[in-house]
């Protein structure tokens, strides 16, 4: 299979951002490169601009693990929420 490119928001609210969600997701799913391409973080909210590179099922994968843990994924260009 071909390796895609997806670029989203990821926002971690609730003490979510003290937490190593991307770390995590990173072990579960070695096979998704992740590249944080903007980011604002504070106490109340964390917010990334992420892109993630890898199979299509992977990442999707990847990117339902994080929004089971807690983070809210949104695409970066137009379309519907991608997952959370």
């Known amino acids: 299979m071909a390796s895609i490119k997806r670029k989203c928001w990821l926002t971690f609210e609730g003490g979510q951002q003290q937490q190593p969600r991307l770390w995590e997701m990173s072990q579960k799913f070695p096979e998704v490169v992740f590249d944080i391409r903007q980011a604002s973080v504070n106490q109340e909210i964390g917010i990334m601009a992420?892109?993630?590179?890898?199979?299509?099922?992977?990442?999707?994968?990847?990117?339902?693990?994080?929004?089971s843990s807690g983070v809210k994924v949104?695409?970066?260009?137009?379309?519907s929420l991608v997952a959370g």
Do not use: K, N, R, S
């Not at 949104?74 to 379309?79: A, K, S």
């Open 50 to 67: 992420v892109l993630f590179e890898g199979e299509e099922e992977d990442i999707q994968a990847a990117l339902d693990h994080l929004v």
């Open 74 to 79: 949104d695409p970066v260009e137009g379309g």
